[in-house]
């Protein structure tokens, strides 16, 4: 339309942009609006009647004693105290199950799967995360990365619950190093807004002022938060623990290596060739040794480089190195061939499946230019 004007093109395409991102900006706020409306219906029914007080500390007290609580003042001026619902409260993993199984959770792991498998790094436990960018894959990265991320837009999110204003309160909530801090605007304290509230990383509530009490609303979103906080580390936790019990023994010894070369080459027999050259490393602990995916009597003058080969470097921890193969020419075509990306071990067994799975790939897909 514009491909004698280009300067009119690019003003075109500019204001195609900022239309199409006016109207998601749009749909967002509606959605936002439309879940809040749900909230605000279904709140009141969240809460049960447990008990009334003549006195707001003591009805505060049991408040704070009974876990996820609020105190309201009732018409003839005493204090109700009504906890929430055990049989409404949410279900997390139910909610997961349900994600994980919708239309677009399927769509988004197939998605990752498959760039993982054009990359020849799928199941290989190398602890990297495809990460998406703009709504695009671009790339790997640290799992602890990636999934911390996430970790930080969650936070953000329900940092918007306890940030704003409460009765004479206007709160802001920040990470400050070990846990959430939340400090009111209207209160200064060492040249700084004054801190009134501190959540630790296990979810232990520290209240800094004693006015806090008195905003139910308050209360309630900083108890929202605790149980928010309490789940997330509790997973991470459950995680960390895992990773320090992961191949705690030695694969094998120096006494009992040769043992483990064999096992590797038996079950490697079937997608490598020729696995003559492997063997102990410096010290007689680790493996190492060159492979070639080609028979030794194709290798032209002899040479195991003039094949397709690969050198392996295998640790007693379990880690195994990277193995990028070699023995093609032309650089499109080197390029084109997946590494197996550096991971770690549980057995000897998991090591040597890997392996084998990805020099099977590479021999079928990536021919020899010989």
């Known amino acids: 339309m514009h491909a004698n004007h280009p300067e009119m093109a690019k003003k075109w395409e500019k204001e195609k942009k900022v239309k199409k991102e006016t109207k998601v900006r749009s749909l967002i706020k509606k959605m936002v609006r439309e879940i809040m ?26 408040a704070s004693d009974s876990g996820e609580a609020v105190v309201t003042k009732s018409k003839d001026g005493q204090w109700n105290v009504s906890v929430l619902d055990e049989a409404k ?29 054009k990359k020849g790094t799928y199941g290989n ?41 409460f009765g004479k309160f206007d709160t802001g909530v920040g990470a400050k190093g070990n846990g959430l801090t939340m400090w009111d ?42 149980a928010a906080q309490k789940d997330y580390w509790r997973v991470v936790r459950r995680q960390f623990e895992g990773k320090l019990t992961e191949a705690t023994e030695p694969l094998w010894t120096k006494e009992t290596v040769k043992d483990a070369i064999n096992q590797i080459k038996k079950g490697l027999k079937n997608a490598v060739p020729y696995l003559d050259d492997i063997g102990t490393g410096f010290g007689g602990e680790s493996i190492i040794g060159k492979i070639s995916l080609d028979p030794k009597k194709s290798w032209p003058n002899g040479y195991i480089e003039n094949s397709r080969w690969a050198l392996i470097h295998f640790f007693p921890n379990g880690t195994l190195d990277t193995i990028r193969m070699n023995g093609w020419g032309d650089y499109k075509t080197r390029k084109a061939v997946p590494i197996l990306r550096k991971s770690k071990n549980k057995t000897i067994k998991q090591a040597t499946d890997r392996m084998g799975r990805y020099f099977t790939v590479v021999r079928i897909k990536h021919p020899s230019e010989k």
Not at 187 to 207: F, N, P, V
């Open 37 to 62: 409306d749900e909230e605000k219906l279904t709140e009141k029914n969240k809460y049960k009647f447990v008990k009334k007080f003549k006195d707001l500390k003591a009805a505060q007290k049991f």
């Open 89 to 117: 409260k949410r279900d997390y993993k139910a909610e997961y199950k349900k994600y994980g199984s919708s239309t677009k959770a399927k769509k988004y792991r197939a998605e990752l799967n498959a760039y993982n498998r």
């Open 185 to 226: 605007r209207n209160q200064s304290q060492g040249g700084d807004y004054k801190t009134i509230a501190h959540i630790s990383d296990d979810g232990k509530l520290t209240i800094r002022d004693k006015n806090v009490k008195k905003e139910p609303k308050l209360m309630k979103a900083l108890s929202i938060m605790v």
């Open 125 to 165: 436990g190398d602890g990297k995360d495809a990460s998406h960018k703009g709504g695009k894959i671009s790339g790997f990265e640290k799992e602890s990365v990636n999934r911390g991320r996430a970790e930080k837009s969650r936070l953000k999110k329900e940092q918007k619950l306890i940030e704003g204003k």
